[in-house]
């Protein structure tokens, strides 16, 4: 009993532990911005995210304007847009951008 809980903490630990090498390479490879654009008499919000890094990104993008999150995949080297809201009264938003790599 004792070996398999020992066994289960250091399972856990290590996967953890990989986590958290992904969560940092995204962390220093990730950047992201938000971008308002005028038109229709009304604002649509951008969130831009530039991928550095070799691997691919799955990122959840999300805004304070609209919570709802959106999956999107960032190859290496690129960087996309994402529209996160058309015709919005709001000038001003607060975008959210959690991404892991993949191996």
Not at 34 to 58: K, P
Not at 77 to 83: A, F, K, Q, R
Request: overall charge neutral; charged content about 15%.
């Amino acid at each position: 009993m004792r070996f398999a809980f020992t066994f289960l903490a250091l399972a856990l630990l290590l996967a953890s532990t990989r986590t958290a090498t992904a969560d940092a390479a995204a962390n220093t490879c990730i950047r992201f911005w938000g971008e308002t654009r005028y038109g229709a008499l009304a604002y649509n919000h951008i969130v831009h995210v530039a991928n550095s890094c070799e691997a691919t990104a799955d990122c959840s993008v999300s805004t304070d304007v609209n919570p709802e999150p959106q999956q999107v995949a960032v190859e290496g080297g690129t960087s996309i847009e994402v529209v996160t809201f058309m015709g919005s009264p709001a000038r001003t938003f607060k975008p959210s951008v959690k991404c892991t790599m993949r191996k």
